[in-house]
């Protein structure tokens, strides 16, 4: 007679939990020899290359915050230039009404912009499906009219920083005397690194919250609210969590962003186009609902401004095409279809049950 027990999952010395794989091992020591890199880069490359590579890294940041927000808390947003206008504008008010410098106003900048999340989200999360992403626009045209009435910070037409804030950002003189070069070329430095350590913070940020109590939430509610919430999981304190926290990140971004152009108008810092529609673009190409994605997006899109932009609107029409396109014959985006492929993951987030040595043969010799 086969005496019955318990299977090794049961016992707690038989089995763990895993989330890294070896290609995350792998991906983890090429990462961080990049941003080493990238970090050092200042040293030998030109400006040109320095400018863009900031473009690169604040919209890998925004696609990185829109995704964790539409891909994992299920909250389709097309008003997220509200918190990249907030964040810009914020920092104008900073810097030239309250004297702070420049870098100190970037944090501080999504510090207010997650404050502002909050009776936002008490507003918008009224709100389901289609009516929620129209709602948030809605709240982006609102804070458009509402800043435009600040004659303090150009009205309607906009402003600009002057070089007694741009030209003294913190630690600028030791640039310009370490790289020998003058003031504009040294603010330049000061927003690339900013721009590297918003990227970095930003993929870093959701990485860990998807590893966290947090992430195991979002999982749930993703894969059905319903069942969520009947296993204890709060949706709405979830979401409302996630909603802040991307509204500080954002805000950020958008802060540097504006940074970096020394100038800022209503129009131009709550523009849908560049600050949402680009975002989502780039994210549905690259594949919603993981990390690698909005990364792959991202680099697809720069090649393909970089190289078509000069064709003005055929630019935009083979944009949505391929986006149209990766919808149709690629649902899951094209790291998505990599994925369903060929099962490989940089940044894995999802827990797997390992059963350790010795103990399937020690359930063996019992039974």
Known sequence: MIKAVSPPAAKTSGYRIETRTRASHAVTAVASA???????????????IIEELIFVFYMAALAQ????????????????????????????????????????????????????AVPTALVVFRLRGAYFAIGTWVVAEVYRLVFAQFRQLGGGTGTSLGPDITNTVFG???????????????RDIISYWAALALAVGTISLVYFILRSRLG????????????????????????????VIVAAATGMIGALIYLQTARISPDAAFSVLDWTAYVIVIVVIG??????????GTIIFYLLQHYLASFGAWYLILLGALAIAVMLYAPKGLWGSVVGRYGLTLFPTRRRLVVQKGALRSYRQEA
């Open 34 to 48: 990049l941003v080493i890199f990238l970090a050092a880069l200042p040293s030998f490359a030109g400006r040109g």
């Open 65 to 116: 915050c829109w995704n964790l927000l539409a891909g994992y808390a299920g909250l389709v947003s097309v008003g997220q230039q509200a918190f990249v206008g907030l964040g810009g504008y914020l920092l104008f008010a900073l810097t030239i009404m309250a004297g702070i410098d420049p870098l100190a106003a970037i944090v501080l900048s999504g510090v207010l912009a997650a404050i502002f």
């Open 172 to 186: 600028i003189d030791w640039v310009k005397s370490m790289f020998d070069v003058r003031a504009p070329a040294a």
């Open 216 to 243: 195991l939430a979002l999982g749930a509610i993703r894969d059905s609210e319903d069942a969520a919430e009947s296993v204890g999981v709060d949706n709405w304190r979830v979401k409302l969590t996630i909603y």
């Open 287 to 296: 594949g919603i609902g993981t990390i690698e994605g909005p990364l792959l």
